[in-house]
């Protein structure tokens, strides 16, 4: 067996399926880890993870510019806002209309029978799936069902890349959907970490960044989309993008193992002394995860406050690594059934012209393999989807000392 496990232990970890893995990969723990450091670090004088953030900040919070309107959808287990977000959009996407989904896995029933009412109705489906759903019953049912103007594929490997990528698997990870007209509004651009399973809907917190009339970025997704939908190999896969009203895109896989890891530059290009980073991942691992650890605790020691929640699996360096240079974590891995799913970076500092306030979400986990998937990470600034993100963090940070501390009595 590989000592990089691929997308069958991904589909093991998702499913919550008892499995044989290679030692490289951590299996869930079988309880919440140690308590993080108390002491109030710099610039966070009650030492809480959501100091300066606002209490009670909305689940879901919009963002009105001249061009464009945003919100923020944060999905706790059962709650289903981002299903729900999806199929309403599909139910008022008028005949004519051209919905294209990425998603990893397929297995929801809901979004099939959605998918297929649109189509029926005129609405032009388009949906990739990564390979390990061209089986899933639902994913063949959608199929099936959809009439000669849309179609549903599964992609094998990596669709911008190849089957494989520095000795790892490589498939399409991506979580994103686009919708060219919802009612009297043009070009909805969905980006999320949920796929469309039944796991998603009833097991995990997950987000969405929903934009609405971003025409640049819905023609960057489209072009990235026909790319996939191509399902070969492309001479530069790993894209970044900046799109205008402070919004940018980076679309992976990577261009050569070589290349300079985006998001340790992107930990590394925050200042220090003010700076509030949040972190929410659900698979951080391995050698590359390890250095990313190392990223965070160098902003710490220069004087950032620092938090992350982290599920499963979650490797015992990188805990060290965290730990030991004075970030505190908390585990939201609260069993098989019940868990996160978030994969997002908030940060606020000072910049030049004031205070800059950033979301970094998508669907890239912290580890090596990632680099050889197709994966989207969407960048959105703005007080009002930090403190949505930061609030959220807070809420569920809460959540895991809580669940913590009680299996410690």
């Known amino acids: 067996m590989s000592s990089r496990p691929g997308w069958r232990f991904l589909l093991a970890t998702a499913s919550c399926a008892v499995v044989l893995i290679a030692s490289a990969v951590v299996p869930a723990p079988a309880a919440a880890p140690a308590s993080a450091p108390?002491?109030?670090p710099t610039g966070s004088p009650t030492g809480s993870p959501v100091a300066g953030v606002r209490a009670g900040s909305p689940a879901t919070a919009p963002v009105s510019r001249s061009t464009m309107r945003m919100r923020a959808v944060l999905d706790r287990p059962g709650e289903q806002r981002v299903l729900s977000l999806l199929t309403s959009h599909l139910r008022t996407s008028p005949p004519g209309a051209v919905v294209r989904g990425v998603v990893w896995t397929y297995s929801s029933d809901?979004?099939?029978?959605?998918?297929?009412?649109?189509?029926?109705r005129g609405v032009r489906v388009r949906v990739l799936v990564g390979g390990i759903s061209c089986a899933e019953p639902a994913f063949l049912d959608l199929v099936a069902g959809l009439p000669a103007a849309s179609w549903a594929r599964c992609v094998r490997?990596?669709?911008?890349?190849?089957?494989?990528?520095?000795?790892?698997?490589?498939?399409?990870?991506?979580?994103?959907?686009?919708?060219?007209?919802?009612?009297?509004?043009?070009?909805?651009?969905?980006?999320?970490t949920a796929n469309a399973t039944d796991v998603a809907e009833t097991d995990q917190y997950n987000d969405a960044v929903e934009l609405v009339g971003h025409h640049r970025l819905y023609q960057a997704l489209g072009r990235v989309f026909e790319q996939q939908?191509?399902?070969?190999?492309?001479?530069?896969p790993y894209r970044h993008v900046e799109l205008g009203g402070g919004v940018a895109a980076t679309f992976l896989p990577w261009t050569s193992p070589t290349q300079r890891d985006p998001v340790v530059d992107r930990i590394r290009s925050l200042p220090g002394p003010g700076t509030v980073i949040r972190v929410a991942q659900s698979n951080w691992q391995d050698p590359r995860g390890v250095r990313i650890a190392h990223a965070l605790v160098d902003r710490r020691r220069a004087g950032a406050d620092v938090a992350a929640v982290v599920s499963s699996p979650f490797g015992p360096r990188v805990s060290a690594v965290l730990r030991e240079g004075g970030v505190r974590v908390e585990s939201a891995w609260f069993g098989p059934r019940r868990y996160s799913h978030l994969k997002f970076l908030a940060a606020s500092y000072d910049g030049a012209r004031g205070r800059v306030e950033r979301v970094w979400t998508g669907s890239e986990n912290w580890w090596s393999p990632s680099r050889g998937h197709d994966e989207l990470v969407l960048r959105v600034d703005g007080r009002s989807a930090f403190v949505t993100y930061a609030g959220f963090f807070g809420r569920l940070w809460r959540e895991a000392r809580t669940a913590r501390l009680r299996s410690a009595r």
């Open 38 to 40: 108390t002491a109030a």
């Open 110 to 120: 809901v979004m099939t029978t959605a998918l297929l009412d649109a189509a029926h």
């Open 157 to 192: 490997g990596s669709a911008r890349g190849g089957d494989s990528f520095d000795g790892a698997e490589a498939n399409l990870h991506q979580k994103s959907w686009t919708f060219s007209r919802v009612g009297t509004e043009r070009w909805i651009s969905v980006v999320t």
């Open 229 to 236: 939908a191509r399902d070969r190999p492309v001479r530069r």
